[in-house]
């Protein structure tokens, strides 16, 4: 079986900071995605990317940006960090939007 | 667009009744319905997923009709587990790379 490794798990940023998160697969899917995850809001998608070098705009990608250096990586990067920010991201991948597998989360902590 | 409601943030119940969470759903086309689980500190992965052929699909004692008459998609067990208390997601496939996704409900399973 595969996995999705985020890193860090906890990310801690000062206000206006640049932050990344980093997640990789070996799943060898082709797509992948990035979610933010706030309590009772639900899963809602910043970026995703269906194959290498491809970058598709979520419903929340402002103040976000995204890279898919590779098939098997894709990382997020908050522009300028916020305090109301602070939330879980999740990354996950899939063929096209059959079974997403997810990573445990990267949780952004802004001072 | 699409969209996927699930009305209730949080379900309580005692160990042992039944359970059934709620998940109704737009679309302008006869998508593929999912319900996810997230426990607690862990990433969320697939429950269960609707078939074409009008199947029941089954998961570790949860089952879900997919109605199409009614749009529903509603998650049920006969018994509920006290390691059944977790989040819960219920999710259609636009059939190209995203998911859209419902808000989730919080089931807590008190002994």
């Known amino acids: 079986g595969g996995i999705i490794t985020q890193t860090p798990k906890f990310l801690i940023g000062q206000e206006g900071q640049k932050l990344t998160l980093k997640c990789q697969q070996n799943?060898?899917?082709?797509?992948m995605y990035w979610y933010r995850q706030d309590s009772g809001k639900g899963l809602r998608l910043i970026y995703y990317?269906?194959?290498?070098?491809?970058?598709q705009k979520g419903d929340l990608s402002e103040g976000y940006d995204a890279s898919r250096e590779k098939k098997s990586s894709f990382s997020l990067t908050v522009t300028s960090a916020q305090k109301n920010e602070m939330a879980v991201f999740l990354c996950a991948s899939s063929i096209r939007a059959d079974t997403l597998y997810f990573g445990e989360g990267s949780r952004l902590i802004v001072v | 667009g699409d969209s996927v409601t699930q009305t209730e943030g949080l379900v309580t119940l005692t160990e042992g009744l039944p359970v059934m969470l709620n998940c109704t759903y737009q679309s302008t086309y006869s998508p593929f319905l999912f319900w996810y689980v997230q426990h607690l500190n862990e990433a969320p992965k697939l429950l269960l997923k609707?078939?074409?052929d009008n199947k029941r699909p089954e998961h570790q004692g949860f089952h879900a009709t997919l109605h199409k008459s009614s749009s529903s998609f509603h998650l049920q067990k006969s018994s509920a587990q006290l390691s059944d208390s977790a989040l819960y997601y219920c999710?259609?496939?636009?059939?190209?790379?995203?998911?859209?996704w419902g808000s989730g409900t919080k089931l807590i399973i008190k002994p």
């Open positions: 609707s078939f074409t």
């Open positions: 799943f060898n899917h082709d797509t």
């Open positions: 999710a259609l496939s636009d059939s190209n790379y995203q998911l859209i």
């Open positions: 990317s269906i194959t290498e070098n491809d970058l």
